[in-house]
């Protein structure tokens, strides 16, 4: 069975850092990644993900995240942080086994300080 | 506009009264899902679906029924529940394949007194 690892329950940077949010993935197979963001009071909406082709993958709202396959990793990245990046942000794994089957991990909440 | 929709957002009820949570999408969307939201746990699957009538457990399914009979509607429900219930609950759908981007509802928050 497929997990997700987010070592960093809760991250502050200041506003205009950079930003880098870790994902550690477990599956057999080929996974495919994924990277949610959840403001306050909201549901989830996704970022970016990755299935094949380029391990560098670009995102909405100025995010990236690269797949490293041996280090089985998904890290967020973004150059410079907004205040209105703060934020819970969710890294997930789904299955390559033809269907929807998706694994969340805990999250990684961000506060932005000015 | 493309939505999952839920109902109702804020739910207070007391131990053993049965509810139902409904959900609905309006993007012919064949594949939903619940998911509960806790806090240090993340969203963990409660139950999903691959289409109508086809409906699986996911990792937390004890205590919860679903139903898939319309391809657009996705109800769950808690025939007895139990304070250990109380959580935030999502709704999810997409299209088949596993590539496909999931959309959220905006969440049901249940308290279980």
């Known amino acids: 069975a497929q997990s997700v690892t987010q070592p960093d329950i809760h991250i502050t940077v200041s506003e205009g850092a950079s930003l880098e949010l870790r994902c550690n993935y477990s599956?057999?197979?080929?996974?495919?990644l994924f990277w949610y963001v959840q403001s306050p009071g909201q549901g989830l909406q996704l970022l970016l993900k990755y299935f094949s082709g380029d391990t560098l993958v670009q995102g909405i709202k100025g995010f990236e995240a690269e797949f490293k396959r041996s280090q089985s990793s998904f890290n967020l990245r973004k150059p410079s942080v907004h205040w209105s990046d703060a934020a819970e942000y969710f890294c997930a794994v789904g299955t390559s086994g033809g269907y929807q089957k998706v694994t969340f991990g805990t999250g990684t909440k961000l506060q932005v300080i000015p | 506009e493309a939505q999952v929709t839920q109902n109702p957002r804020y739910l207070i009820t007391v131990t053993g009264k049965k509810l139902t949570v409904t959900c609905s999408q309006n993007?012919?969307?064949?594949?939903m899902s619940w998911y509960r939201q806790d806090p240090g746990l993340g969203l963990r699957q409660i139950y999903y679906s691959m289409n109508v009538e086809v409906t699986d457990k996911g990792d937390v399914p004890e205590g919860y029924k679903v139903s898939r009979k319309e391809k657009r509607n996705f109800p769950l429900i808690l025939e007895s529940p139990s304070p250990n219930q109380t959580s935030l609950y999502f709704c999810?759908?997409?299209?088949?394949?596993?590539?496909?981007?999931?959309?959220f509802g905006p969440g049901t928050r249940l308290t279980v007194l």
């Open positions: 599956y057999g197979a080929t996974p495919y």
């Open positions: 993007m012919n969307h064949e594949y």
């Open positions: 999810a759908s997409s299209f088949q394949r596993e590539t496909d981007t999931q959309y």
